[in-house]
Each structure stands twice: as C-alpha cells, then as structure tokens.
Nanobody, 119 residues
Framework: QVQLVESGGGLVQPGESLRLSCTAS????????MGWYRQVRGEERELVAV???????SYGDSVRGRFAIHRDNGKSTVVLQMDSLKSEDTAVYYC?????????????WGQGTQVTVSS
C-alpha cells in the first residue's frame, strides 16, 4: 500500500500564493505520474496539474499560467506552486500518484488538503 502525505494548504487572500507538497512512500523509480486534482463539494474532481516520470506536465485550463508543478529529482515528492490565487481556486486539493508495481499500474490518492482563497 502506497501512502501519500500532503501539506501546504490553508487560507490566503486573492492574489496571494501557496505551495502544496506531496510525498509518496515508494521509490521515485516506480512512479509513472504524480500530481494534483481538486474538488468542490457537489462537483466533480478536476485536474489541476500532473507531471510524468519523464518530466512532461499537464495543466487544467483554469490554472495554466498561474500554477507550476515540479518533482524533486530522485525523490518521490511533487510540489505545486500556486500564484495569483483566485476565489474560484477554493477547493480540497488531492494528490494522486500512478505507481507501476511491475505487474500493473495502480492509482493512489492522498487524504486531501483544503485551500481557501478569500478576502
């Protein structure tokens, strides 16, 4: 079982920044993709940003240009830098990792961290 430990959520004002971090309890070599999704109560979970083992990134349309994701070299950690935050960025943010166990892939999710953007 792979554990994902998230940190960095909180309350900020519009225009401010936050940084989310997620660390997986598995070797970085077995992580195919890692990233962040978010969900507002009553709505579907949506893509924020993901990064593959090769470093390829993908962003949701609403955050492109404001958020940036990167992985620590050789480590099972991804960091999401969120700038120019807006009230509509308020949500629970979930870390996700796609892990190759050698006999197949499996998705793992963190417990979620609340991000609130409000004046």
């Amino acid at each position: 079982q792979v554990q994902l430990v998230e940190s960095g959520g909180g309350l900020v004002q519009p225009g401010e920044s936050l940084r989310l971090s997620c660390t997986a309890s598995v070797s970085a070599l077995s992580i195919l993709q890692m990233g962040w999704y978010r969900q507002v109560r009553g709505e579907e979970r949506e893509l924020v940003a993901v990064i593959s083992s090769s470093g390829r990134t993908s962003y949701g349309d609403s955050v492109r240009g404001r958020f940036a994701i990167h992985r620590d070299n050789g480590k099972s950690t991804v960091v999401l830098q969120m700038d120019s935050l807006k009230s509509e960025d308020t949500a629970v943010y979930y870390c996700k990792a796609v892990v190759d166990h050698g006999v197949g892939y499996h998705d793992y999710w963190g417990q979620g961290t609340q991000v609130t953007v409000s004046s």
